[in-house]
């Protein structure tokens, strides 16, 4: 039944994916680092609460809509079933997100009680 809704296979929907993700994945790298130049500068002691801020959040979601969209464009032109590969591709970018999303909370928090020592990676071992 879906798989009439498309004439050819999203080659273009895939492409859409890819630069939706890169253009909002730039946007994220400028405001994380804005506001930990921010953090750094004032020393303040709260980053997992500034973390959260929706200037840095709509990116990110914006990362993720562009990774469900490339995902499921791809599926889809394997599977031909836009309704099986959105099912497949949507909790894939929700789990990956919010692991993406927490990993870089445990970083802030990291580098907010070790300052940038902490994130040394040559001393670890």
Same mark, same amino acid.
């Given at each position: 039944? +879906?798989? +009439?809704?498309? $004439?050819?296979?999203? +080659?273009? /929907?895939? *492409? !859409?994916? =890819?630069?939706?993700?890169? %253009?909002?994945?730039?946007?994220?790298?400028?405001?994380?680092?804005?506001?930990?130049?921010?953090?750094?500068?004032?020393?303040?002691?709260?980053?997992?609460?500034?973390?959260? &801020?929706?200037?840095? !959040?709509?990116?990110?979601?914006?990362?993720?809509?562009? @990774?469900? &969209? !490339?995902? $499921? $464009?791809? /599926?889809? @032109?394997? =599977?031909?079933?836009? *309704? @099986?590969?959105?099912? =497949? %591709?949507?909790?894939? &970018?929700? /789990? &990956?997100?919010?692991?993406?999303?927490?990993?870089?909370? @445990?970083?802030?928090?990291? *580098?907010?009680?070790?300052?940038?020592?902490? *994130?040394?990676?040559?001393?670890? !071992?």
């Amino acid at each position: 039944m +879906y798989s +009439y809704l498309f $004439a050819q296979p999203p +080659y273009l /929907l895939l *492409l !859409f994916g =890819i630069l939706i993700s890169v %253009s909002c994945g730039t946007a994220f790298q400028k405001v994380l680092k804005e506001n930990v130049k921010q953090w750094y500068n004032s020393k303040e002691q709260n980053q997992g609460e500034s973390l959260q &801020t929706l200037s840095l !959040f709509v990116p990110f979601l914006g990362i993720c809509g562009g @990774i469900f &969209t !490339f995902l $499921a $464009a791809g /599926l889809q @032109i394997v =599977i031909n079933n836009w *309704l @099986i590969s959105s099912a =497949i %591709s949507l909790p894939l &970018t929700l /789990l &990956t997100g919010r692991l993406v999303w927490s990993q870089l909370r @445990i970083l802030l928090s990291k *580098l907010q009680e070790g300052g940038s020592q902490a *994130l040394d990676l040559d001393n670890i !071992f």
